[in-house]
Structure formats: C-alpha cells, structure tokens
C-alpha cells in the first residue's frame, strides 16, 4: 500500500509541478516547493539532471591512459576514464556483477577498473577482462561490459549526459573549441580545488549566480577586479565603461583573442569582458596570480572570459588562470559546489604561482554566496514565502536561467511549452 501511495503521490506532484510551471508569472521567483519538496527535488534530478548535458570536469584532470575521475549524478555514480589514444570515455561507475560501485576515489590512476568486492576486472573501455573462474562454462563476458554514459568535449571541458538520446550539443563544442584555443587545456594541471556542501536547493546556487544584486556590500574581495555588468548593452553601463571595453577589444582583436558575445538558447552564454582598470586578474591585488600564462597568452590583460553552462557550470578565463565551478545536487536543500583554479602546466607552485594567492578572492566570494544563498533557503521554507518579482534589469540573468529551467523541465516531461518561455 505504502509503494502504491508514493507511486500515486509521484505522480501527481508531477502533474502539480508541469502545472505551476505553466501557469506560473516568469518575473515572479518559483514557488516554495520547487526548493524544498522531495519530490520535486527527484523530478528535477529525472527532466534535468538525468537528460541534459552536465559538466563533469576538464580533460587536464585525467592527462594520461588510466587517469579517472569519478562524479554523483544523483543516485548514479559515474566515472570519466582516459583510455588508449587519448580517447574519454565515462561510464556508470557499477560493477555488472552485483553492482558494487568499483572506483571509489574521487580521482585517480589505475591500468584496469577491478571491483573491490569479487574482484571483477574491466579494460578501461569498459569491456569484461575478468570474472574468476566461478561464473560456468555458458558464462559471456561479452553481454557484461560496464554501461556506458555519453561523453563530450569542447575546449577541454568534459561534458556527461545521462539520456538515452542526449540533446544537440555539437554547435556548442565547436565554440567551446574556438574560445578556449588560446588557453591549450590539455597542457593545464589543477592548482587548487575546493568542495563545498551548500545547505540549499542547487538552483539557489545557479540564481545567486546569475546576478550581481547582491554583490555590492557583499563581495568587497571580487569587486576588486570585477566589473558588475557584463554587457554593453546593459541599461545601466555608461560612457566610461563602454569606453574601457573597446580599447580592450581592440587589443584582443589584434592578439586574436576570441570576445564576441556568443550564446547557444539561454542554455550557454559566452562573454569576454575587462575587468576593473588596472587589474588583470581576480586576485586580491588584481596582479596575475600566476607568473606563467595560460597557453599561447602573451598579454595577461585578457579580462575574465565567463562561460555559462546550464543547468549546473560558471567559469572564470583570465590571461594567467582559469576558475571552473560545477554544481550537482545532493539534496532538495544540500548542493556540491566544487571549484578548480587552472594554471599552466608547467608553473611551478611557490615560484609562479602561490595557491593561497590564486584562491583567495573566490574563497571568499563563494563562502558569502553560500550564506546568501542558505539564507535564502531558510526564508523560502517559511509559511510566509511567496514567489516574489525579478528586477528586469540587475535579474535578468535569474529570469533566462529559470525560463531554460521551465522549458526544459516542460519539454523534457513530454508536456506542452508555453509561448511565454
Ligand atoms: O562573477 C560571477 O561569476 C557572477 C556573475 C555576476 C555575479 N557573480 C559573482
Ligand atoms: Fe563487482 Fe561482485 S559486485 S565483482
Ligand atoms: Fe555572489
């Protein structure tokens, strides 16, 4: 009866949620149990997580054959493994024997995957090498090679997607590629990493993101180096600032360095923009936090490329570094943020680059983004929330971020979308 019931409640918080979705004012925030129902939660995991692309890592994590690293999706445990020739292939991080999980570090090296619990032992393309002598004669290894999760790069980001039939994605790539050949991100190494477990709905996370409301009084580090608007086009940008992009422009022209604004959909959004005159890097005294440039970078002014990939990946580009931020639910209410300073392989740490330096600014910008965003939590729990309006023009960011959510949530359930999204 209690299998019936949560089936049934499954259901209909489904048709509930397709429903307020629809009907839902798009310059109003969600309502409450978009950020704290379980079942929503679930739902959210299965139209989004489960069937779009997710950004998992950098190709510079796993550089040589046998290099893995493993990331949770959810219930679903998956490895990312370099095998032979380069090729990147993931898997579900499952044994097919009884289905222990078989790589349980978070990174790693190994010639071939062995399960810790019989020993079962797979070819790093997943095929079945080994499985005792005690499986019979009738035994086919080959019905039992690992599952396999699609896997995609651009510009040395390493996309999953859990889909039987993963959406269009080549078009992106190919810009991924364009934009980051300056940086040559097979030929970086991760300087500093950070987990950080943020007591909030991962979409709390993305929407603190997407604006910069909230950054006067309560980001002093990176308003350092960071300029608020990241379009010229902004109604707020003036003379001053419009200025100060065309001479970086024009500077980037000559060096072709990729700027043009590009988007894919709401989906992806590439912009280069300056940051605060005199400042070159966001550290805290805006000088390079690495001595050593990026790639084939010879002016380390390149301001900050920031690359948006929804639902769940930020990053920063600068001339000496590049910051990359992934987020995977946990919880309705508990989300993973990881955070990866990227410097050139070969900077040497404590001569080119000091990892305290490198981190600070965005230590401290992402602790106060989690309070922010855990209170916010905190206030939408209460019986007193009610969806409240977007500002046009400092939350827009917010409002394409939760269109691409409703429209894919909409889509991706096999419901109609309305005109508005
Ligand atoms: O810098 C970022 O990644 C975002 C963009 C606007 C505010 N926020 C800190
Ligand atoms: Fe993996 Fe038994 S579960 S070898
Ligand atoms: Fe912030």
Known sequence: MKLLNNVCDQTSSREEMADQLQTRDRFLSLPQPFY????????????????????AGVVSEIPKKGNYFTIQIGDNPIMVVRGAEGKIDAFYNVCRHRGSRLCTQHRGKTAKLVCPYHKWTYELDGKLLYAGSEMGDGFDMAKFSLKKVHVRTGGGFIFVCLADEPPAFDAFLATLDEYLEPYDMENTKVAVETHIVEKCNWKLVI??????????GSHPELLRTLLEWDDTNDPRADQAFKDHVARKEAEWEEEKIPYHHVSA?????????????????????GKSGSTKLMGRIKNPD??????????????????????????????????????????????VEGVDYDPENLRKVWDATNDQDRVLAEENQ?????????????????????INFIDWYCERVLDNMGKEVPEKY
């Open 36 to 55: 704290n129902s379980p079942a929503y939660f679930k739902h959210d995991m299965e139209e989004v997580f489960y069937k779009e692309w997710i950004m």
């Open 378 to 398: 905190q206030g939408i729990n209460s019986r007193a929330y009610e969806p409240g309006p977007y500002s046009k023009t400092y939350e827009f960011g917010v």
């Open 302 to 347: 390149l301001g900050s490329m920031r690359i948006l990939h929804l639902p769940n990946s930020w990053n920063h580009c600068m001339g000496d570094h590049l910051i990359t931020f992934r987020v995977l639910p946990l919880g309705p209410q508990e989300t993973l943020v990881t955070t990866k300073w990227l410097v050139h392989k070969d900077a």
């Open 265 to 285: 959909g709401l989906r992806n959004r590439i912009v280069r923009m300056p940051l605060a005159e005199g400042t070159v890097s966001m550290t805290m005294d």
């Open 207 to 216: 929407e603190n993101n997407r604006e910069c409301y909230h950054c006067d």
